[in-house]
């Protein structure tokens, strides 16, 4: 996997030096599709690195499910499901935490939706006995506190 980022990397960086110089002879139309291959090729890399960074970050969040509630089932389901950003304490946290005391309203959109992707992992992960009628999600999503 690292090699293949590093690769990636190398063949953008000469894609991007050589392009650089050949630019000012290419018309516009192909320097407008080259620009957008430079684009995906970025993409590409920064979707491996965040893979890369969510299977490295699986068995920490398993582990520290399990201390905590030891249902193999369930921990599997929700380390799979949260973002790589979010540990297992963070999505404790979230869930017990009425989302105006989580400074949801001030959050940056990526911080708001790591919290919801969380809340999601819950919702599908979750025996939940309580009522679970229409907007169920949606009402996760709007609440004052989960529980």
Not at 68 to 96: H, I, M, W
């Amino acid at each position: 996997m690292k090699k293949m980022v590093l690769c990636l990397l190398l063949v953008s960086c000469l894609v991007w030096n050589s392009s650089a110089r050949a630019a000012d002879e290419m018309d516009p139309k192909k320097q407008a599709e080259l620009m957008e291959k430079i684009k995906k090729l970025e993409q590409q890399i920064n979707e491996l690195t965040a893979l890369k960074l969510k299977k490295q970050s699986i068995p920490a969040k398993r582990d520290q499910c399990m201390k905590v509630v030891g249902v193999e089932n369930y921990c599997t389901c929700v380390v799979e499901k949260l973002p790589a950003s979010v540990d297992y304490r963070q999505f404790v946290q979230v869930l017990l935490t009425p989302a105006k005391e989580l400074g949801y309203g001030a959050m940056s959109a990526d911080q708001k939706m790591d919290v919801d992707l969380a809340l999601v992992a819950w919702a599908k992960c979750v025996d939940y006995k309580g009522p679970k009628g229409a907007g169920f999600v949606d009402g996760l999503m709007n609440r004052d506190t989960l529980f």
